[in-house]
Each structure stands twice: as C-alpha cells, then as structure tokens.
C-alpha cells in the first residue's frame, strides 16, 4: 500500500470529496459532511507526516459518517473524533501490513510513523487501537 499525500487526495477525489486551503484562528482541519468539504490551514501543519495524518483523519469522518458541530455536547464530538480515527486506522493503517512490519523487525513507534508516513502519535493510536480496543498480538 502507498502511504502518500497524493493517493489521500485520490481517495477524496473518488468520493467528490473538496480539500480546501483555508485559514482557521484555532483550528488544522474541519471536515463539512453535508457539503463534502475538508478545510486545512497549511500554515498551521508542520510537515509532510502531520498532514498526511490531518487528511487521514479527516477522511476517516467521511468513511464513518462521524461528523458533528461546533455547538455539539463534548462526549459527542469526542465519539466522532474516535471513530474518524478508527476509520483512518483501519483503511490507512492496515493490521496485515503493521504485522508485516513488525515482523520485519520495525518495532519503534517512531519507525512504524515514518514507514506509514503518519505522525508518532497517530500511530500510537493505531498500535493502541488493534491491541487494546481489538486485541490483537503482535
């Protein structure tokens, strides 16, 4: 699996998904689901890895149907935010290719981010996700 800005895009591109530059005063990203709009503030994104995650994470609320507003209850926009990343895990972060690797000998957190092209974070989410939430082994 390519794990590249440009198939991301792709992936939107397919879906009449719009990616916009835009300028936000708080915030990275918002993903609009009625209207099929993700907004991203560049000037707010520290490289390649962390924009890759932001577009990850925000297709992840198209794939799960996990939007809400900004006036949302709390526990409701934390749900969304959870499952948008479940999402992303699931579609970008496959359990077959992170078992590959870790069989390959890839087991440092920051090695997996680069191989996956996402932030040590965001993968800590992922390890996180298929061990303790699926239980799977690695």
Not at 11 to 24: C, Q
Not at 37 to 64: M, N, P, Q
Not at 110 to 121: H, Q
Request: hydrophobic share 40%.
């Amino acid at each position: 699996m390519k794990h590249d800005l440009n198939e991301v895009y792709k992936d939107f591109e397919k879906e009449n998904i719009t990616v916009l530059p835009f300028r936000f005063q708080h915030l990275k990203s918002v993903s609009l689901g009625d209207e099929k709009v993700v907004g991203i503030d560049r000037s707010k994104i520290d490289g390649c890895a962390e924009k890759y995650t932001i577009l990850i994470h925000e297709k992840g609320h198209f794939d799960s149907g996990a939007f809400y507003t900004a006036s949302s209850p709390y526990l409701l926009k934390e749900q969304a935010e959870r499952r948008a990343d479940r999402a992303a895990i699931l579609r970008y972060i496959p359990l077959e290719e992170l078992r590959e690797c870790l069989a390959a000998g890839m087991v440092e957190i920051w090695d997996l981010a680069e191989y996956f092209g996402v932030t040590e974070a965001f993968m800590r989410k992922c390890v996180e996700y298929y061990r303790d939430t699926l239980g799977m082994s690695f």
